[in-house]
């Protein structure tokens, strides 16, 4: 029996059961209301107090076993499993139909377990953060093991290609160790970064003033979403079209100025990345922008401040929190960006100040260790992990940054 | 009186003032000329993408005569002359035994049929530069097109097969499937876990530090870069609780803890338009708090949260980076039977199709983001319709 058929049984079985319950329980209670006899609460509410009782038992049962299971303790049988998870079921079921009398409170009692449900659920997200913090930071302590993390954040060279044969066991002196310098790397993403953020900060900047300050009402309600298509076509077409149009087109325009440029050139996948993250600068700066107070505006124009002048003068420094504060979040998604950078950018870490030249991103070489065919537990896969664990910091950082510089906005404003 | 009091009177010829009425043109142009860029690019983006891919709609067919000799369930080169095994596709070469064994009274007779052609025949008809087709097939396939002999039709094989190693039997179906898997998979996990969250944080949780962290933590997720996601299906799903590698379960829970924060978002918004004195009435009337969500609130916020879901789904959609960690850029022929198998899905079909060297790909490749995009923008439109048609002011 394999664990899909496992899960195909359960619910093949619960399902029905569930509903049986319901309808018993339900038709028991409301037998009871007669005449004179009245129940505390609607006679469905007992039916769901029955599937509780029927299903948390089950649930529990099963995944007791599952995480026994999990850490390798203890192994039952398929059928064996399914006959005990359904007997702890019935048994909460009959344990609930004998529960069922008109002064029973079965609305408090499901209301309960309701309220129990939705906190579980708002738990999972924080669940989430644990589980991406612990899978960076447990793999990543494991690469340091190997390459001191001081190595790591200062090497100038990447050269783990001799890290599978340590991997094997098969490292002599004749072998180099394997180099894990992750600087050219960081250079590399800040280099991409610092282009996107050329192109998408006074493009969406100026989008925003035009939208907010000067545009009609129904030429912004068309205009908005028209910049919004952009944030929504995938990261995949974007590389696409950055790899197979506009980075022949660089190669292309730089030869005829005499420049030579490589195909996998930082300019072509950090220019498309910086129209990416347009609708992200402007929507935002569109927001705080309108958010200034109509009193500023007015008072500046009674003193005689053309509308240029009040802008640049007024509205732009009181929205100026709120826009750093999408600018940091632009930021963080340009650092993080993979697709694009996976397609155009290039392999080859290259510590250089030429945008022309190719270089690489922490994003394309986390993608780079874990889709190719090395163990999982060779350095340079581990090396993902490591790399995963600076994009996490830097990322957070940035956001608690931009959540505090908003702060401060709102404090002054309301 | 002096000139400087005299252009003072006469405001409109102060070169001052008039400097400034310039800068304030400039300015307005400055806002005007960046959305004209935005736009602009959009524009040339689709025009480039869709000139790209319409070409992969056409596929080249040339007229063979084709004997099914009793060779040919051998060796199906012998099923054409042989000067023609380099122009006919080698994918549909491959399904002549599985035809002949199939239909055995077809053996021994011979017809003329229209078969599928090379990519690189198909690109040299197609006057794509790169095409690869060698100069001596190239006269041959001159020599076709002088006697009729080649035409090109609409390529349904696109829409119905998987990847193929052969360009010009590479199609989507098999990347669709995965998508759809991987997509309800998605759903079925972040919707109601989604709305559970918001409902519990705005209609039931208490304003304490608890609370506040969850607040925090959603905010702090959904800035988290989408790879990150990727690692932590790799290392919590895949190598902790041993679902398959590759298969649109893994898949599907990875995408769905991404769309968690966003479907959580969009539903606390709608929730909390839904005014305060339509829960009043219901509590007035003696419902609990589950009743009046449940039977008031709820399907009050319901466009609004339909429409969150259906923008979080639209973006899980179009992600790639977690997928591809997660190992769904695999080769993948067929498509899917179960969600524990190996799957692909759409934007992973069309990362690897761009990496193919063959030139028959590009345009497999931007057909393929053709339909992605297709789907992703009626998917947005609906959203937008639905939001704009249920919107109700209280």
């Given at each position: 029996m394999t664990t899909a058929d496992l899960f195909l049984w359960f619910f093949a079985g619960l399902i029905p059961l569930a509903a049986m319950a319901f309808w018993l329980a339900r038709g028991r209670a409301m037998a009871i209301e007669t005449g004179d006899v009245r129940l505390h609460s609607r006679p469905g509410f007992y039916g769901w107090f029955s599937v509780i009782w029927l299903a948390l038992p089950a649930i529990a049962v099963s995944f007791a076993f599952s995480v026994l299971h999990m850490f390798g303790l203890f192994t039952v049988p398929g059928p064996m499993l399914l006959a005990a998870t359904f007997a702890a079921g019935g048994a909460g079921l009959w344990f609930s139909l004998g529960q069922i009398k008109a002064e029973f409170r079965a609305r408090q009692a499901v209301e309960k377990v309701m309220r129990g449900l939705l906190l579980t659920a708002a738990t999972i997200s924080i669940l989430t953060t644990i589980g991406i913090v612990l899978s960076v930071i447990f793999e990543s302590i494991r690469f340091f093991k190997v390459i001191p993390i001081w190595d790591f954040i200062t090497g100038t060279q990447w050269q783990p290609d001799t890290a599978f044969l340590i991997g094997a066991g098969r490292a002599d002196e004749h072998v180099a160790p394997p180099l894990f310098g992750s600087v050219p790397i960081f250079a590399g993403t800040f280099m991409i970064t610092l282009i996107a953020m050329l192109v998408a900060v006074p493009v969406g900047l100026f989008s925003a003033i035009y939208m907010s300050e000067y545009a009609s009402h129904k030429a912004r309600g068309r205009l908005k979403p028209m910049l919004e298509i952009l944030a929504g076509i995938p990261t995949v077409v974007y590389g696409f079209f950055a790899a197979i149009t506009v980075s022949p087109m660089i190669v292309e325009i730089a030869h005829s100025f005499g420049y030579e440029a490589a195909y996998t050139n930082a300019l072509a996948p950090g220019l498309i990345m910086g129209i990416m993250i347009i609708p992200f600068m402007s929507s935002l700066s569109d927001d705080v922008i309108r958010a200034v107070p109509e009193s500023l505006r007015d008072g500046a124009l009674a003193l005689g401040t053309t509308k240029a002048e009040t802008i640049r003068h007024i509205v732009?420094?009181?929205?100026?929190?709120?826009?750093?504060?999408?600018?940091?979040?632009?930021?963080?998604r340009a650092i993080g960006e993979t697709m694009i950078v996976v397609m155009a950018a290039g392999l080859r870490p290259n510590l250089t100040m030429n945008p022309l030249e190719g270089m690489t991103t922490v994003t394309v070489k986390i993608v780079e260790a874990l889709t190719g065919d090395q163990e999982f537990d060779s350095a340079f896969t581990l090396s993902a992990f490591a790399l995963g664990l600076v994009l996490l910091i830097a990322t957070l950082i940035l956001n608690i940054i931009s959540t505090i510089v908003v702060r401060k906005f709102r404090q002054r404003y309301e | 009186m002096n000139k400087e009091a005299n252009n003072f009177l006469h405001q409109g010829a102060n070169p001052r003032k008039r400097k400034r009425e310039r800068a304030d043109t400039r300015f307005r142009w400055y806002g005007l000329i960046a959305l004209g860029l935005a736009l602009s690019f959009l524009v040339f983006f689709f025009v480039d993408i869709i000139g790209q891919a319409l070409p992969a709609f056409k596929q080249t067919e040339v007229l063979v005569s084709v004997n099914y000799t009793e060779e040919a369930k051998s060796n199906y080169n012998r099923a054409v002359e042989h000067?023609?095994?380099?122009?006919?596709?080698?994918?549909?070469?491959?399904?002549?035994?599985?035809?002949?064994?199939?239909?055995?009274?077809a053996v021994g007779t011979s017809h003329d049929e229209w078969v599928p052609a090379d990519s690189r025949v198909d690109q040299y008809v197609k006057k794509h530069e790169g095409h690869g087709l060698k100069s001596k097939y190239q006269k041959e396939v001159d020599a076709l097109q002088q006697e009729g002999k080649v035409r090109s039709s609409f390529n349904i094989a696109f829409f119905e097969t998987g990847d193929s190693k052969m360009p010009e039997n590479a199609g989507i179906l098999a990347a669709a499937v995965g998508s759809v898997f991987t997509l309800l998979i998605t759903m079925l996990v972040a919707v109601p876990i989604g709305v559970m969250t918001a409902i519990y944080l705005e209609e039931f949780a208490t304003d304490n530090r608890f609370t506040r962290l969850i607040e925090v933590n959603i905010n702090n997720l959904a800035a988290i870069p989408s790879i990150l996601y990727g690692l932590l299906g790799l290392a919590i799903f895949i190598s902790f609780m041993g679902v398959p590698r590759s298969s649109a379960l893994a898949g599907g829970l990875t995408l769905a803890l991404m769309t968690l924060p966003l479907i959580i978002i969009a539903t606390r918004a709608a929730l909390r338009a839904v005014p305060e004195s339509i829960r009043e009435a219901a509590y007035g009337l003696g419902a609990s708090s589950l009743q009046t969500v449940w039977h008031h609130v709820l399907p009050l916020a319901m466009p609004g949260i339909l429409t969150g879901s259906i923008i979080g789904l639209a973006q899980a959609m179009g992600e790639t980076a977690p997928l591809i960690i997660v190992g769904m850029m695999a080769y993948i022929p067929e498509p899917p039977s179960s969600i524990l198998e190996a799957t692909t899905v759409l934007p992973a079909?069309?990362?690897?199709?761009?990496?193919?060297?063959?030139?028959?790909y590009i345009e497999r490749t931007a057909a393929g983001i053709l339909v992605l995009l297709t789907v992703l923008l009626s998917l947005n439109a609906m959203a937008v319709r639905l939001r704009n048609r249920s919107e109700k002011t209280w």
């Amino acid at each position: 029996m394999t664990t899909a058929d496992l899960f195909l049984w359960f619910f093949a079985g619960l399902i029905p059961l569930a509903a049986m319950a319901f309808w018993l329980a339900r038709g028991r209670a409301m037998a009871i209301e007669t005449g004179d006899v009245r129940l505390h609460s609607r006679p469905g509410f007992y039916g769901w107090f029955s599937v509780i009782w029927l299903a948390l038992p089950a649930i529990a049962v099963s995944f007791a076993f599952s995480v026994l299971h999990m850490f390798g303790l203890f192994t039952v049988p398929g059928p064996m499993l399914l006959a005990a998870t359904f007997a702890a079921g019935g048994a909460g079921l009959w344990f609930s139909l004998g529960q069922i009398k008109a002064e029973f409170r079965a609305r408090q009692a499901v209301e309960k377990v309701m309220r129990g449900l939705l906190l579980t659920a708002a738990t999972i997200s924080i669940l989430t953060t644990i589980g991406i913090v612990l899978s960076v930071i447990f793999e990543s302590i494991r690469f340091f093991k190997v390459i001191p993390i001081w190595d790591f954040i200062t090497g100038t060279q990447w050269q783990p290609d001799t890290a599978f044969l340590i991997g094997a066991g098969r490292a002599d002196e004749h072998v180099a160790p394997p180099l894990f310098g992750s600087v050219p790397i960081f250079a590399g993403t800040f280099m991409i970064t610092l282009i996107a953020m050329l192109v998408a900060v006074p493009v969406g900047l100026f989008s925003a003033i035009y939208m907010s300050e000067y545009a009609s009402h129904k030429a912004r309600g068309r205009l908005k979403p028209m910049l919004e298509i952009l944030a929504g076509i995938p990261t995949v077409v974007y590389g696409f079209f950055a790899a197979i149009t506009v980075s022949p087109m660089i190669v292309e325009i730089a030869h005829s100025f005499g420049y030579e440029a490589a195909y996998t050139n930082a300019l072509a996948p950090g220019l498309i990345m910086g129209i990416m993250i347009i609708p992200f600068m402007s929507s935002l700066s569109d927001d705080v922008i309108r958010a200034v107070p109509e009193s500023l505006r007015d008072g500046a124009l009674a003193l005689g401040t053309t509308k240029a002048e009040t802008i640049r003068h007024i509205v732009l420094p009181a929205a100026f929190p709120g826009i750093v504060s999408a600018f940091l979040l632009a930021v963080s998604r340009a650092i993080g960006e993979t697709m694009i950078v996976v397609m155009a950018a290039g392999l080859r870490p290259n510590l250089t100040m030429n945008p022309l030249e190719g270089m690489t991103t922490v994003t394309v070489k986390i993608v780079e260790a874990l889709t190719g065919d090395q163990e999982f537990d060779s350095a340079f896969t581990l090396s993902a992990f490591a790399l995963g664990l600076v994009l996490l910091i830097a990322t957070l950082i940035l956001n608690i940054i931009s959540t505090i510089v908003v702060r401060k906005f709102r404090q002054r404003y309301e | 009186m002096n000139k400087e009091a005299n252009n003072f009177l006469h405001q409109g010829a102060n070169p001052r003032k008039r400097k400034r009425e310039r800068a304030d043109t400039r300015f307005r142009w400055y806002g005007l000329i960046a959305l004209g860029l935005a736009l602009s690019f959009l524009v040339f983006f689709f025009v480039d993408i869709i000139g790209q891919a319409l070409p992969a709609f056409k596929q080249t067919e040339v007229l063979v005569s084709v004997n099914y000799t009793e060779e040919a369930k051998s060796n199906y080169n012998r099923a054409v002359e042989h000067k023609l095994t380099h122009i006919v596709s080698r994918a549909w070469l491959r399904t002549i035994p599985a035809y002949l064994e199939a239909h055995p009274e077809a053996v021994g007779t011979s017809h003329d049929e229209w078969v599928p052609a090379d990519s690189r025949v198909d690109q040299y008809v197609k006057k794509h530069e790169g095409h690869g087709l060698k100069s001596k097939y190239q006269k041959e396939v001159d020599a076709l097109q002088q006697e009729g002999k080649v035409r090109s039709s609409f390529n349904i094989a696109f829409f119905e097969t998987g990847d193929s190693k052969m360009p010009e039997n590479a199609g989507i179906l098999a990347a669709a499937v995965g998508s759809v898997f991987t997509l309800l998979i998605t759903m079925l996990v972040a919707v109601p876990i989604g709305v559970m969250t918001a409902i519990y944080l705005e209609e039931f949780a208490t304003d304490n530090r608890f609370t506040r962290l969850i607040e925090v933590n959603i905010n702090n997720l959904a800035a988290i870069p989408s790879i990150l996601y990727g690692l932590l299906g790799l290392a919590i799903f895949i190598s902790f609780m041993g679902v398959p590698r590759s298969s649109a379960l893994a898949g599907g829970l990875t995408l769905a803890l991404m769309t968690l924060p966003l479907i959580i978002i969009a539903t606390r918004a709608a929730l909390r338009a839904v005014p305060e004195s339509i829960r009043e009435a219901a509590y007035g009337l003696g419902a609990s708090s589950l009743q009046t969500v449940w039977h008031h609130v709820l399907p009050l916020a319901m466009p609004g949260i339909l429409t969150g879901s259906i923008i979080g789904l639209a973006q899980a959609m179009g992600e790639t980076a977690p997928l591809i960690i997660v190992g769904m850029m695999a080769y993948i022929p067929e498509p899917p039977s179960s969600i524990l198998e190996a799957t692909t899905v759409l934007p992973a079909q069309v990362y690897t199709w761009s990496t193919e060297s063959m030139h028959g790909y590009i345009e497999r490749t931007a057909a393929g983001i053709l339909v992605l995009l297709t789907v992703l923008l009626s998917l947005n439109a609906m959203a937008v319709r639905l939001r704009n048609r249920s919107e109700k002011t209280w």
